[in-house]
């Protein structure tokens, strides 16, 4: 079921939402959380497929907040709220309320939203693409206990995980990330198995200007405690982790985007599934946890000030390192740093692209 309302209030679209439960015979609310979606006309409809999607996991209450441009002074001056409401199968499992904001009304969206919110459930807020820099600052961004972007779909991808980490709030996440869970899982895995190596160099290889190699590029060197190289590949995506160890060499290489193969020492190569998951996929893991990531805030914060230095700025391939000793070089140190501790799995959902 559809409903339009124009030049409609927050008031007018609960009420049109109840009396749409009651047409189609489910007065009871069954919905686990409200995902605002704040995106534009262009993006809408990819993001709120993707949602419905998810949906299907996490039943919830999708507002989607269309932010209209004026065309004209007085246009701009009137504010104006047309809604969609969608319920039954024309929403997945939950209802949708599309809101579209005109005018001074944009510089509001907040006070329209509040009133929608489900009493008593989580709130996430996920911006498909133009995200503020401050996501907790934001007037959207506040109303969520957990706030997702996606820095792939900046234009200057590596440059916005800088920004990331330095306006970063707990609640902060990011689909760049969660690509990688699977990632972290099998190299996690990886090293499970090899008890008595160490580790003392890792190299990242993917395609240029793309956040969830940088972020898995930190996630490693925060961990191991060793050098890591980013390296240019022509991607899709990731293509390759290499972790030089006293034993060998560990490889886990996806050149096609789908099917890895995992090479370690003294053990036959195996296929491994690795392949590329939807936005719905990304986002259903996201919903799945609603607590800070702790391990998300460590990575991002490790590395960022390292993507600009002078040996490798962003998009160059040439590296993102632990620190390194006052002493000597990062190279030298390498080989003297103590024994590394292995990466911790992934207890969260764990990300890959």
């Known amino acids: 079921m559809k409903i339009d309302l124009t030049e409609t209030t927050s008031s007018k679209i609960n009420a049109a939402l109840v009396q749409a439960r009651r047409d189609i015979g489910t007065p009871a609310i069954g919905m686990v959380l409200t995902l605002v979606i704040v995106t534009d006309e262009e993006n809408a409809y990819d993001a709120l497929k993707s949602a419905n999607d998810a949906s299907h996991e996490h039943p919830s209450r999708i507002v989607v907040v269309v932010k209209r441009v004026s065309r004209s002074p007085r246009s701009r001056r009137e504010a104006r709220l047309d809604a969609e409401i969608r319920v039954g199968a024309d929403s997945g499992t939950g209802e949708t309320v599309v809101l579209r904001l005109h005018g001074e009304l944009v510089d509001h969206a907040q006070s329209v939203v509040l009133p929608l919110l489900l009493p008593d459930a989580p709130v996430v807020v996920w911006w498909p693409e133009g995200a503020p820099v401050d996501l907790a600052g934001d007037p959207l961004g506040s109303l969520g206990q957990r706030r997702i972007t996606d820095t792939y779909a900046s234009e200057h991808p590596i440059e916005a995980l800088a920004s990331r980490a ?4 707990p609640g902060d996440t990011d689909l760049s990330w969660t690509r990688i869970t699977p990632w972290r899982s099998m190299l996690a895995a990886a090293l499970d198995q090899q008890t008595l190596s160490t580790v003392v160099s890792a190299t990242v290889e993917g395609e240029d200007e793309n956040p969830s190699c940088e ?18 590949s022509g991607g899709p995506g990731l293509t390759a982790v290499r972790m030089e160890t006293k034993d060998g060499v560990i490889v886990l290489d996806r050149a096609d ?7 370690m020492p003294g053990q036959p190569d195996r296929a491994v599934a690795l392949k590329r998951r939807e936005t719905a996929e990304l986002l259903a893991e996201e919903l799945r946890r609603l607590d800070p990531d702790n391990t998300y805030e460590a990575s991002l914060k490790f590395g ?6 002078p040996t490798g700025g962003p998009g160059t391939g040439t590296g993102t390192e632990a620190p390194a000793s006052t002493d000597a070089p990062a190279e030298a140190e390498a080989p003297a740093a103590k024994p590394a501790a292995k990466p911790a799995k992934a207890t969260k959902r764990a990300p890959a692209k």
């Open 215 to 232: 972020l898995l590029a930190m996630w490693l060197a925060d961990r191991l405690k060793v050098p890591v190289t980013r390296t240019l």
């Open 257 to 263: 985007g789908s099917l890895a193969t995992l090479c």
């Open 304 to 309: 960022v000030s390292r993507l600009s230095a």
């Open 166 to 169: 330095q306006a970063y709030a």
